[in-house]
């Protein structure tokens, strides 16, 4: 039988068919992870930013909310209990969700919310899909403060296809209303008029030294001396596009919204709200104690009113072993601090560029990864 098939005039198109499919579609043939379980109490918390206490909903009392980390094939089952009385859903941003639209998350599209009281098991595969996403709630504007990463890993045994880094670290862009957000967008929607623009725009939820009383709320990224570090940055803003620069500092892009793309050098970031992007960023060989600004702000051209601000965090050079035993006998100054320049916040030829060459460079990626899939494929028939 297995020969008469073999000799059938289907044969030659069955059998390319399924090459094919193994080929460009492995995920589909190979997915072979592990399951991770995750517990989400959403719940009041108590913070405060710009010398305003508020209650804030969020998930395990953290703010911005706990990282999920997985790998690319791995089966997620994320039970999340909601102890608040607003009804809530959590929408894991840009997980395809190959059949399993029940566990995308929008409220009122492909799920009804979780009530107060009540529980829900995301549960769903990561197929094809490597790199950082996030998830936040997706009700209303629950979402300015129930946001957190997503880390997909490649397979193990899978390098990345650039230099392995020393340190990853998620960068989360978001803001922050001393109001509370949900009655700044019910206000909107009563009266029709755009909402109250945010107070400050955040770094892994602190605004930095550029705003009122917030010296102390500002994200330190120490780095040490001619390394590698893997940024994984995260627009949860509401609706803003930022542009982010760290000063006297280049920026590698490898990847946007967890798809590898041809690597491209940048000194400024443009980074949409749902957006994420992969940078890798080489430290200089030696700089101790010198503190570098970064800084985030928005890329606007409408005519409405928006949050001008600017929110900034410090890259920081810790001392190495070696100018420690020097500092003891020298004194080292304290350099100044390094400012970024941003583009102009309408730089539309700025974010036109930026966005072409992303998304130019994304496919051309993809394209080269399918080939070489398909030609390793062929080589070793
Ligand atoms: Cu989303």
């Not at 399951?35 to 206490?53: A, E, G, S, W």
């Not at 490597?130 to 300015?144: D, K, M, V």
């Not at 001619?226 to 542009?243: C, G, Q, V």
């Not at 001392?319 to 006998?329: A, C, G, I, V």
Request: with cysteine; net charge positive.
């Amino acid at each position: 039988m297995g020969v008469a098939f073999i000799s059938s005039p289907a044969f030659p198109s069955v059998f390319l068919f399924s090459l094919i499919t193994v080929c460009l579609i492995p995920e589909l043939t190979l997915a072979a992870g592990i399951t991770r379980h995750y517990k989400f109490d959403i719940k009041l918390q108590n913070v405060t930013r710009l010398c305003h206490t508020k209650s804030i909903i969020a998930v395990n009392g953290q703010f911005p909310g706990p990282r999920i980390v997985a790998r690319e094939g791995d089966h997620l089952l994320i039970k999340v209990v909601n102890h608040v009385q607003k009804n809530i859903s959590i929408h894991w941003h840009g997980i395809r969700q190959l059949q399993t639209g029940w566990a995308d998350g929008p409220a009122y599209v492909t799920q009804c919310p979780i009530q107060t009281g009540h529980s829900y098991v995301y549960n769903f595969t990561i197929v094809g899909q490597r790199g950082t996403l996030f998830w936040h709630a997706h009700i209303s504007w629950l979402r300015s403060t129930v946001y957190g990463p997503l880390i997909i890993l490649p397979k193990h045994g899978v390098p990345y296809p650039f230099t392995k880094p020393y340190n990853e670290v998620p960068i989360i862009f978001g803001e922050w209303w001393n109001a509370d957000p949900e009655a700044v967008i019910t206000q909107a929607l009563q009266t029709g008029g755009g909402p109250n623009v945010s107070d400050a725009y955040t770094i892994n939820g602190l605004p930095g030294p550029l705003y009122n009383c917030s010296a102390k709320d500002t994200f330190k990224l120490k780095v040490k001396p001619r390394k590698t570090y893997l940024l994984r940055f995260i627009n949860a803003a509401l609706n803003d596009e930022l542009f982010f620069s760290i000063a006297n500092h280049t920026l590698t892009v490898v990847e946007a919204d967890a798809v590898y793309v041809k690597p491209f050098e940048t000194n400024t970031l443009l980074i949409a709200p749902g957006q994420t992007t992969n940078v890798l960023l080489k430290t200089k060989p030696n700089f101790p104690n010198a503190t570098f600004f970064m800084t985030a702000r928005p890329y606007v051209t409408g005519l409405g009113t928006f949050d001008n601000s600017t929110v900034a965090g410090i890259l920081e050079y810790e001392f190495s072993s070696k100018t420690k035993s020097l500092s003891s006998n020298i004194s080292i100054k304290k350099l100044p601090l390094f400012k970024p320049v941003l583009p102009p916040l309408n730089d539309t030829s700025f974010a036109t560029n930026f966005s072409n060459k992303l998304r130019s460079l994304a496919r051309l990626s993809s394209l080269l990864m399918s080939h070489k899939k398909l030609t390793s494929a062929f080589s070793s028939q």
